[in-house]
């Protein structure tokens, strides 16, 4: 019988798996052919066993109502030590968020979290600051110069010079060329001497064309005398341009001519013969050829003048000023990436930490619940499961006793008239308590407050250190 017992008292049988925290109910058809009591009592009723004058349980009897009433006192032990089990994670819970007081805990969090963005932005201040005081002030200088020369604009000017300067270059290589197929021709030393004379012209060109650009800025001084004598200046320019050109265009002719005489002339002859022509009949040329050659020169010079002009801001000196200011300020900003990078990282960090803590505490709150809820529910079906073990006794001596009765002749024993329950005294639920409802609270509140003010100190760092910001407002970017 105890074999019997060992065996089948072991595992689920014992009537609740701690495991899954549930109760097991007992497979009663299996226990009866696994334990061949069926056959039992066909085999005692047909030898008239037991005698019908017993009044106490026979083995078989005994053996089942020892079954269950193991099953039902391992279940009993099963039950009490999950419930201890269970008590044990509650008591972990809230011994554990007692001692740590969550709401004392989050803020002190924030508070240190939010210290500690305020230093870093103190660190970074200390080392930003000869840059800040280098962009300030050449911030104050151009505003300086601004005021003196009564200018309310930002300055104007390309952000590629190469590709300003590109039509120039190209200009020059169309002059040249058309300088060179129209005097190639004519001259004495042909295409090559050609080239040399049409790269001088464009040469010339080009330098004048430069040089009145820069004094075309100065026209628009703020002050009169430099205005005036800026703006003569520039006039000198074009009219010695006009000249240049138009002995160009007399040159040709001179080529022309000599080679028409058969006297074809020297390039330093033919410039000094030009020059007299244009003195004596500055126009007409002597052919469109040569006065197209002019045109072309006049053309490239009035290119050159215009991008030179416009290659920095017309107002003379104001361009380098707010370059220089846009250089220190991207050089302060350059320096400051890194900086305000690490600060969003630690509002980043900061955030997560407080969503860490309350995705804890919520799940903490959870599980705990849900573990009271698991205590109530077996302390709560465990009567019912008992009431069912003298259901599962009853079906099990029946089944005993049918196949008995079935077998025998003679009368029963008076004890299978008896009706066998288990000592409900004895199998008495755990005496276990149920702990009231620990005061969680809600800390969404605290936690969103958290976030805002986490929020609020990153913003006001970043604040602190973008104190050039103003510079995007005041200065829009360069043209191209």
């Not at 001692?99 to 969090?109: G, K, S, V």
């Not at 005081?133 to 020369?149: I, P």
């Not at 004895?426 to 003010?453: C, L, M, N, Y």
């Amino acid at each position: 019988m105890n074999e019997i017992r060992s065996r089948t008292t072991t595992g689920a049988d014992k009537g609740f798996d701690r495991s899954k925290g549930a109760y097991v109910r007992l497979n009663t058809e299996a226990w009866l052919e696994a334990e061949g009591i069926r056959e039992k009592g066909t085999q005692r009723g047909k030898i008239e066993q037991p005698d019908s004058s017993e009044t106490q349980p026979d083995s078989e009897y005994r053996h089942i109502l020892d079954f269950v009433n193991q099953r039902a006192l391992d279940c009993k032990n099963e039950v009490r030590k999950y419930l201890d089990a269970q008590l044990a994670t509650l008591n972990h819970f809230t011994s554990h968020w007692e001692n740590e007081n969550p709401e004392i805990t989050l803020d002190a969090m924030v508070d240190q979290e939010c210290h500690n963005l305020e230093s870093m932005t103190d660190e970074a201040l200390v080392d930003l600051k000869s840059l800040r005081s280098e962009h300030e002030a050449m911030e104050k200088e151009l505003s300086r110069f601004k005021t003196e020369n009564k200018l309310t604009r930002v300055a104007d000017y390309p952000n590629n010079q190469l590709a300003h300067w590109m039509w120039v270059f190209v200009a020059a290589i169309a002059e040249s060329f058309v300088g060179a197929n129209l005097l190639g021709s004519v001259t004495r030393g042909g295409i090559i001497e050609g080239w040399m004379i049409a790269v001088i012209l464009t040469a010339v060109n080009i330098l004048i064309g430069f040089g009145a650009g820069r004094v075309w800025q100065f026209t628009n001084h703020v002050v009169r005398s430099i205005k005036f004598v800026n703006f003569f200046a520039f006039a000198t320019l074009v009219l010695t341009t006009l000249i240049w050109n138009v002995t160009a265009g007399h040159i040709r002719d001179v080529y022309v001519l000599a080679e028409a005489a058969g006297n074809l002339e020297a390039p330093d002859q033919a410039f000094a013969i030009a020059f007299g022509k244009l003195t004596e009949t500055p126009l007409p040329w002597e052919s469109l050829q040569s006065a197209g050659l002019a045109f072309v020169g006049i053309a490239v010079f009035v290119i050159t003048a215009y991008k030179s002009y416009s290659s920095d801001d017309r107002y003379p000196g104001f361009g380098k000023l707010h370059r220089k200011d846009e250089e220190l300020r991207d050089n302060y900003q350059q320096e400051l990436a890194p900086y305000l990078d690490a600060l969003k990282t630690k509002r980043d960090e900061t955030k997560l930490q407080i969503e860490e803590f309350k995705s804890r505490y919520d799940l903490d709150r959870a599980s705990w619940q849900n573990v009271l809820d698991s205590i109530k529910t077996i302390r709560d079906d465990y009567l019912p499961n008992l009431r069912q073990y003298n259901n599962d006794l009853a079906y099990l001596l029946a089944a005993y006793r049918d196949a008995n009765l079935e077998a025998r002749s003679t009368h029963p024993p008076q004890f299978f008239d008896d009706v066998l329950k288990l000592d409900e005294e004895e199998f008495q639920k755990p005496d276990i308590d149920v702990p009231e409802s620990f005061k969680w609270g809600d800390i969404s509140a605290r936690t969103e407050a958290g976030f805002k003010r986490v929020e609020e100190t990153y913003q006001n760092s970043r604040n602190r250190h973008e104190i050039l910001e103003y510079v995007a407002d005041s200065h829009s970017p360069p043209t191209e």
